[in-house]
């Protein structure tokens, strides 16, 4: 009787606390997943919506009104000027770049130029 | 069920009071299988009591934890973002956050008022603190708050305080290009401009059966460009000041598409905060306001007579003396008192030869081709506000002698644009949008009004009226504008008034190939300073020169300098 109860019995009853701790886990660890889903969700959420008005504050900040009048306080300071129609162009209508002598001897004169022609500045608008 | 014992007890207490253990024995021998049922019954009710406990705590376990107090506010429907041609932001949902407390909730009143008033300095302290002490169970106390100022309310950890987030609809370009876009009502539905345009194009249902996600919705996309739109709006506002106008008003169409590439109308309103916008003053002249176009309209009687094929540009015109029909004699504002050429009826905008044309084609001819022009008709498009032309019931000899010269209907100052784009394209009408077209898209619906060469005849006319008449004022360097000029008296107590006129300029550039179609309104303006005029060509004229200078170059279109003498060229055919 007692040697039935230690063998079939102990093992079953491992198995059965072996299954509640692996239930108990699962279920634990699936708790925690959901909750990160639901941070993470909150997460895009706040993002979006921080996105959202930070794309309206950039649309305020580059309105033509707003930059019409920066533009009228500080043209002083800046030299600025309205532009001309007399100042707009196409490529194909300028003359032929003539040679300087700096070209012909060798590429760092040519090199130098280049580099100091491009500041390497980005400008443009809202990306989409 | 359970008060039935008691008296039977009673009863046998009464009968044996000294000796209750007997009496006992008794009730039990007695009742012995009555309590046995009372006992399975009391076990049933704590069984069903227990039971229904379980179920619920199942059921609690199994809902989600409810959201914070606080009334459920209405979710108000997302909308698009309406974009212009460039995918700048003219209008956007944004969310905003509503602080509201729960009083019941708030430990120390003071503490939490020193705290939120650190973030809102401006809180009314006195009010905010009843408010705190109250019994209510929930208060607002700021509406609208940036996102900045809900997370430093949120850092202060003020407990019984939360948040409440609203969608509110922003224009950032504020009333830059009010009358287009329009204007939303407090739950969000479109009720002007192209935000009652995009509920009626099918937003509305969506809304309703609440398929409209914010993420799912693409931006609509305008045929307006910000930029041009910003400078004909500060042109027309600086014009309004500077020849102290009641109106002043205009638009830029590109000529062989129909689009409206900006349009404005001054005083208009805020549409963040449109407490003026149903004022009758600010309504959208350019669409929805009314006005006899004056010497303009003389574009339509010259092509008119042209397009009949019975006026050449070589026809001969006597105006030397004045018109009388019936008790009314019209004369010429700049009379040259002879005969004078088709050109010269244009560029000196005489009356009498305007008339002369009109009486070469005829009454009804002239009638079928202001309809045909679409100038007399309620023009289709997708903005809302668009006006009905007025012309007379019958037309007579007399009306056909005034409309000649633009008196005597009234149509929009859009529509006169969409006419005026007609002769300079080649000679289609074509519908006027605010919304992207290619040219080929256009050609499909466009209708053929006049022919080629009457189109070529008209573009010889505005280029040589820029060069030698009333449009010399209007010219730009380099970008060969042609125009006419028009000041219409305006009637007052139904008399044509002296002194007060209805101005407008109509412009195409560049001439050798027409683009872009400029009309400029003034209403009642006055000469800039005592001594200088008040005619279309010193304020409308200016204005459209203005714009033209400065957003030639954002249409694309390349100055050059070669072809200032086009106005002769075009003329050898």
């Keep these: 009787m007692s040697a039935i109860f230690r063998t079939t019995d102990v093992v079953l009853i491992a198995a059965m606390v072996a299954a509640a701790a692996f239930t ?7 708790e925690n997943q959901l909750a990160e889903l639901n941070r993470i969700e909150r997460q895009i959420r706040l993002e979006h919506d921080s996105i959202d008005v930070l794309k309206a504050d950039w649309s305020l900040l580059t309105q033509p009104a707003r930059i019409q009048r920066l533009v009228e306080n500080y043209k002083e300071q800046l030299a600025l000027q309205p532009v001309e129609s007399t100042q707009v162009g196409s490529i194909s209508e300028l003359p032929q770049r003539q040679l300087s002598i700096e070209d012909l001897l060798g590429r760092d004169g040519g090199m130098r130029s280049a580099a100091a022609a491009t500041d390497g500045t980005t400008t443009g608008g809202i990306g989409r | 069920m359970r008060m039935w014992p008691l008296p039977f007890r009673r009863v046998r207490s009464a009968a044996a009071p000294a000796d209750p253990a007997i009496v006992v024995e008794g009730a039990r021998k ?30 609690f376990g199994l ?13 108000q429907a997302s909308r698009p ?3 212009d041609r460039n995918g700048e932001v003219l209008a956007t949902d944004i969310k905003t956050a509503s602080l509201f407390a729960e009083p019941r909730r708030i430990v120390d009143v003071d503490e939490a008022l020193e705290k ?28 609208q708050l940036t996102p900045r100022q809900e997370a430093d309310i949120m850092a202060l950890g003020i407990p019984g305080i939360g948040f409440r987030t609203e969608k509110r609809r922003f224009y950032p370009s504020g009333e830059t290009a009010s009358h287009i876009v329009g204007l939303v009502n407090i739950d969000n539905q479109g009720i002007a401009g192209m935000e009652k345009y995009i509920d009626s194009q ?3 249902d969506l809304q309703q059966t609440g398929l409209a996600v914010a993420r799912d919705l693409r931006p609509v996309r305008l045929s307006i460009d910000l930029r041009v739109q910003h400078i004909v709006h500060d042109e027309i506002a600086a014009g309004m000041e500077r020849y102290r106008a009641i109106a002043t008003g205009a638009v830029v169409l590109n000529v062989k598409t129909g689009e409206v590439l900006a349009m404005a109308s001054v005083p208009d309103f805020d549409p963040n905060n449109p407490y003026n916008a149903h004022e009758k003053d600010r309504l959208n002249r350019m669409s929805a306001g009314l006005y006899e176009m004056g010497s303009t309209f003389k574009s339509f009687t010259t092509a008119m007579a042209l397009d009949s094929g019975k006026v050449t540009l070589g026809s001969r015109f006597d105006a030397s003396v004045p018109i009388r029909i019936g008790n009314q004699t019209i004369h010429d504002f700049h009379g040259k008192g002879r005969v004078l050429t088709v050109p010269e009826v244009f560029i000196y905008s005489s009356n009498i030869g305007s008339a002369r044309e009109a009486e070469t084609v005829g009454v009804e001819a002239h009638r079928e081709f202001l309809h045909r022009m679409g100038l007399l008709d309620r023009m289709k498009t997708e903005l809302p506000e668009v006006a009905r032309p007025t012309e007379p019931k019958v037309w007579k000899q007399v009306h056909s002698i005034t409309i000649a010269f633009g008196h005597g209907v009234s149509t929009t100052p ?22 992207p077209r290619t040219q080929e898209e256009a050609m499909q619906t466009a209708t053929r009004v006049v022919k080629e060469k009457t189109g070529l005849d008209m573009r010889y006319l505005y280029a040589l009226n820029a060069e030698k008449g ?5 010219r730009v360097p380099g970008y060969r504008v042609g125009g006419k000029t028009g000041t219409a008296e305006k009637v007052v107590n139904g008399r044509y008034s002296k002194t007060l006129n209805f101005n407008a300029f109509v412009a195409a550039f560049p001439m050798d190939d027409p683009q872009y179609i400029v009309l400029t309104i003034a209403d009642e303006p006055k000469p800039e300073k005592p001594g200088m005029g008040a005619t279309a060509a010193s304020n409308a004229g200016v204005m459209a020169a203005n714009i033209i200078r400065r957003s030639a170059a954002l249409l694309g279109v390349q100055p050059e300098f070669g072809h200032e003498n086009a106005a002769l060229l075009v003329s050898t055919h």
């Design chain 2, 202 to 204: 099918g937003l509305a």
């Design chain 2, 116 to 143: 939120l008033s650190s973030v809102l300095p401006d809180l009314d302290y006195e009010q905010t603190y009843h408010k705190l002490k109250s019994e209510a169970g929930f208060v607002w106390l700021r509406r």
């Design chain 2, 414 to 435: 859009l529509q006169t644009a969409v006419g005026s784009a007609a002769l300079m394209n080649g000679g289609y009408l074509i519908e006027p949008t605010f919304l």
């Design chain 1, 24 to 30: 108990y886990k699962t279920k634990y660890e699936a």
């Design chain 2, 81 to 83: 973002d309406i974009v």
């Design chain 2, 63 to 75: 809902l989600d934890p409810a959201a914070d107090g606080g009334p459920a506010i209405h979710i």
């Design chain 2, 470 to 474: 009333s449009g010399r004022g209007a």
């Design chain 2, 30 to 59: 007695s009742t012995g299988g009555r309590a046995r049922t009372r006992m399975l019954m009391t076990m049933a009710v704590f069984f069903g009591m227990y039971g229904l406990i379980a179920v619920r705590l199942v059921y």
